[in-house]
């Protein structure tokens, strides 16, 4: 049954509160824009949203409450059938039973998938249908609370489990939920404007005030201490461990694609001339040089990247010929789009689930950018892994270890630092050996060793293989990159053949991170003394000779240690800046307006619903008093009788307002002072009373005056 207040509610005001109470539940879906895209949350909530809210006005005063929720039920079926899994609904409007299966199985399951994936979620993702299901529930249970019960911010409360559990499962994701966040408490205060029974010019004039907090919390939360990144609970959650994907290794198809230099492979669009990388290889077993790579799914974002400096690229590719799982792309990807995509947090390393011919995916890239004089005095990461040179695979310990030891320490001698070392290793194989693309295939210990001591030809599969078993001869963590240069651009897009993969080695510096050496002699200028590396951009270039350079500092001249001036106030005051001032005096004006805002409607809501008739009696005469002054009334308690407060009031406001004043203080005396107990119908009548000095007030006096009212620390006070 509806209350009885809310019957007599205009129709207006009604449609009204199931508005804001939608509103107020889209905000909290929206919320999910760090779980999944904008663009797929807009018509997952908006539908979410509208369909219980038309319900909702459609059978109030219609059904019980018990009636409505299978109808909502069938809604939201109807809904998610239509839209999250496009399957046509029985006769028109019922859903299927493979849309409610995959629905309900959804529901269940998509919390725990999203807990143990790279966010966003991927485009098309049927986990959004757990936001279809929250919101159209909160929606229901909002507009149902907003239509049946009289308590103005009640309906919000159904708000609050979308918007935690979109603060919950977006910690990982893209974003902040701090603009929404503002929206969210704007719009809460809005839903208590337009349920307290304020006529339409107040509402009209606050929705503007609520329009600048808002903005201005907007603005000013992403800059407070409190704006950091909230607990992750996907540290309580046990992840599933990352996937390998097994394929040829890409090592072992180098010497394949350069026998086949026209076959077409994939093409790019991009404006970089950036190296593209395909596969890390850092495991060897003495034959073979094979990944550690472990793959997750992503929708987006490509987690793992450092802070370092980079350059951003984007890049669309298409394949064609590329066989094998990995996918190629510039340096380290911060984001890749694109059907079936995973990714190894560790390398960056990209592959596909899916078919890969005629495959489109977009990436994003940071091109690292490497600071050459800390490079000069950068020490090796202490990575053993990455050093260790194990047994054949017979568990003996291979001759030809030990000479690539003894070529590594001949190739390297005279360096000054472990920088030094790599550089002069990648000069040494470029002067030894001529890169032919006809030279035989393979990588492991007998096949590096024949290279280096007595063919001295091979491919960019040799030159990269021996750069990375001569660098852990003498303690160098390295590994091998296989890719591609990025080929011949025509019409703006640049057409990847067989004939551009390139191998190269990095080596990993502590603080540094992996940096990149080219081995590789150019094919015309290779052998004889050449020294020009295959495929290195210039950076790589300018790296190496930065880093050969005589990086011995002068000793510095002693000069008399001076004792630094402390900071004066004022220089410590300058040094805060205007803005924070600004921002901390912003931040305690809008608290204020809040709490302006909030405290009188929570204690007028607590005087009209006390327990007893006669608490309500006296929190009648008290919320009348308040009214009176912040209509400027000097009706301060304690200052005036009763019938004083009766006879300013007749004078300063309307005649009218001293029958209902007169009887609501005789009211009041006998709450207080009298014999008989007050009962349930006194309790109303002087709330009603309350109500027509209300009106009164509302009347006589002008909005900018009360407004100043509600605005004194008095309206405060209470």
């Known amino acids: 049954m509806l209350a009885r207040d809310q019957q007599q509610e205009p129709l207006g005001r009604r449609v009204a509160a199931v508005v804001v109470a939608g509103l107020l539940v889209a905000c909290a879906g929206l919320a999910f824009d760090g779980v999944f895209a904008l663009e797929a949350l807009l018509p997952v909530v908006g539908l979410a949203v509208a369909g219980p ?48 299966r995959a629905a309900l199985l959804g529901v269940r399951d998509a919390g725990g998938w999203l807990l143990t994936t790279i966010l966003p979620a991927a485009p098309g993702s049927p986990a959004i249908v757990l936001v279809s299901f929250l919101v159209w529930t909160a929606t229901t249970v909002a507009a149902e609370l907003a239509l049946r019960r009289r308590t103005p911010m009640l309906p919000a409360v159904a708000a609050l489990p979308v918007f935690g559990a979109a603060v919950v499962l977006g910690v990982a994701g893209g974003g902040t939920v701090l603009p929404y966040a503002a929206a969210f408490a704007g719009l809460v205060l809005l839903l208590g404007l337009v349920r307290t029974g304020r006529s339409p010019l107040a509402v009209a004039a606050g929705v503007p005030l609520l329009a600048g907090l808002v903005a201005a919390a907007a603005v000013v939360a992403p800059v407070l201490p409190l704006a950091g990144r909230p607990f992750d609970v996907r540290t309580l959650v046990e992840q599933p461990p990352p996937q390998p994907i097994k394929g040829v290794s890409a090592l072992d198809q180098v010497s394949a694609w350069l026998q086949n230099p026209r076959r077409e492979l994939f093409t790019v669009r991009t404006t970089s001339e950036a190296n593209l990388r395909l596969a890390v290889l850092d495991r060897f077993d003495g034959v073979n040089w094979t990944s550690s790579a472990g793959f997750l799914p992503t929708g987006g974002r490509v987690p793992g990247a450092d802070d370092a400096a980079r350059d951003t690229v984007e890049q669309r590719f298409t394949v064609q010929k590329l066989p094998g799982p990995w996918l190629p792309a510039a340096d380290r990807p911060l984001a890749a789009t694109g059907t079936g995509l995973v990714v190894d947090p560790g390398t960056g390393m990209l592959a596909s689930t899916r078919a890969r011919e005629g495959l489109t995916y977009q990436v994003t890239s940071g091109v690292r950018t490497y600071p050459a004089a800390e490079l000069r005095q950068a020490s090796p990461a202490d990575d053993p892994e ?73 491919t960019t599969e040799q030159f990269a293989a021996s750069f990375a078993l001569l660098g852990r001869a003498i303690g160098l963590p390295t590994r091998i990159v296989v890719g591609f240069r990025p080929g011949k651009e025509r019409g703006g897009v640049r057409q990847v053949r067989g004939g551009d993969v390139l191998a190269w080695a990095e080596v990993e510096f502590d603080g540094i991170g992996w940096v990149p050496f080219y081995p590789t002699p150019s094919r015309t200028r290779s052998g004889e003394g050449g020294d020009v590396a295959e495929g290195a951009p210039k950076q790589a270039k300018e790296i190496e000779q930065a880093i050969n350079e005589d990086a011995t500092p002068p000793k510095p001249t002693k000069t008399p240690t001076k004792r630094p001036t402390p900071p004066s106030t004022s220089d410590k005051d300058a040094s805060i800046g205007p803005w924070v001032w600004a921002t901390v005096a912003g931040g305690l004006a809008a608290a204020y307006v809040l709490a302006a805002a909030l405290v009188p409607l929570v204690r007028r809501t607590r005087r009209r619903r006390a327990v007893a008739p006669a608490a309500r009696v006296i929190g009648a005469w008290q919320q009348t008093l308040t009214r009176l002054r912040t209509a400027g009334l000097p009706v301060t308690s304690g200052t005036l009788t009763a019938g004083e407060v009766a006879s300013l009031a007749e004078r300063s406001l309307d005649p009218a307002a001293r029958a209902p004043l007169t009887s609501l203080v005789a009211l009041a005396n006998a709450a207080t002072f009298g014999d008989t107990p007050v009962n349930a119908d006194d309790a109303d009548l002087a709330w009603q009373h309350h109500t027509t000095v209300d009106t009164l007030v509302r009347q006589r006096v002008s909005l900018l005056r009360r407004a100043a009212g509600r605005l004194s620390p008095l309206s405060l006070i209470g």
């Open 386 to 458: 990455q050093r260790r040179l194990p047994d054949g695979p017979d568990g003996r310990t291979p001759p030809q270890r030990a000479r690539l030891g003894e070529i590594a320490r001949r190739a390297t001698a005279g360096a000054r630092s472990p920088s030094q070392q790599a550089a002069k290793l990648a000069a040494y194989l470029r002067k030894l050996a001529v890169n032919d693309v006809n030279a035989p295939p393979g990588h492991g210990y007998r096949s590096i060793e024949f290279f280096l001591t007595e063919s001295k030809r091979g």
């Open 53 to 100: 809210c038309v319900l909702a006005l459609a059978l109030s005063g219609r059904l019980p409450l018990w009636g409505t929720v299978p109808v909502g039920v069938l809604g939201w079926l109807t809904v998610v059938s239509a839209t999250v899994f496009r399957e046509q609904a029985w006769l028109g409007f019922l859903p299927g039973p493979g849309a409610v």
